[in-house]
């Protein structure tokens, strides 16, 4: 990202994700309210439809993306060492990262078996 | 009428302290900074600055019960005992209510406040329609007193890279001024991380603004004006 693009891009990124992430939490909330009772045979069913699975996959590309701006934008304010604040915005990188990979690894073994 | 008041003197002080006094007389409708003079008289060591008393020049910003405001247009009847005066918060104090606007109009600079033109100057007015005019109301206003960024958690913690709610506004004053041609440029000085993307919708700034404006609402149309010219 560059320096330039940092401030609009991650500000429009933010509030996108958040009308994302607004709108599939109420829709699924509902959805789940009405699907009662839920056992994990039903949920790999639901896993199973490409529709749910890749909803679910943007969900948490959005979630990652939010957490990203929101948590760097609380470091640019508050760390001032720049190798500090350097060092804990990787290991949220890393973080993130490895949170979205463990979500793309259930969705793929959710369509496999 | 009691009063607790931030004193500092790095002269003679190694730290601030809350100094207790008391006025014995008030009389009706006098404001805070009529109050302050009159505790002056008292103690003449007491720094604040000060100098229209009706709310134009915008020198005697400080802390009132918690709250940024003018002194010289804030009635003491409205104040609750005892009246809690400090600097204006996250800025260096030079002496007891004085502090160090350095950053401050640092920052209004930063903004170029003053209408760009790029045509050829001519030796007529350049005119406006009634409702282009309009639309410097609720921006033009300000008198510069720094209530609004001294009350923003964002320019307390980024003061040399956040521009501040005053400068903002400001900034958009031009933005929206039909007669100024420098928009691409200010909006390109204005973006990166740090001078408008700090501004994290707090409101502390409309709240404190002894004048009504909404730095908030012109934020919010810079960064609408600026997504406007990316797509």
Redesign the interface.
Known sequence: MSRRASGLKAWLVQHITAVYMLLCTMIGAIFLIAQQPISYTVWKGWMAQPLFSLNLLLLFIALLLHAWVGVRNVLIDYIKPISLRIFLLSLLAFGLAGNGLWVIEIVIRAQIS | MRFKIYRYNPDTDTEPYMQEVELKETHPGMMLRDALLALKEQDPSLSFRHSCGEGVCGSDGMNINGKNGLSCITPLAELKEPIEIRPLPGRPVIRDLVVDMGDFFDQYRAVKPYQIRKDPQKDVEILQSPIDRDKLDGLYECILCGCCSTAC??FW??PKRFLGPAALLQSWRFLTDTRDQAEQERLDD?????????C?TIMNCLDVCPKGLSPTSAIGKI?EL??KK?I
């Open positions: 958690p964002s913690w980024n204005l973006d990166g991380p740090y001078k408008l993307f700090r994290h960064k600026m997504l990316a």
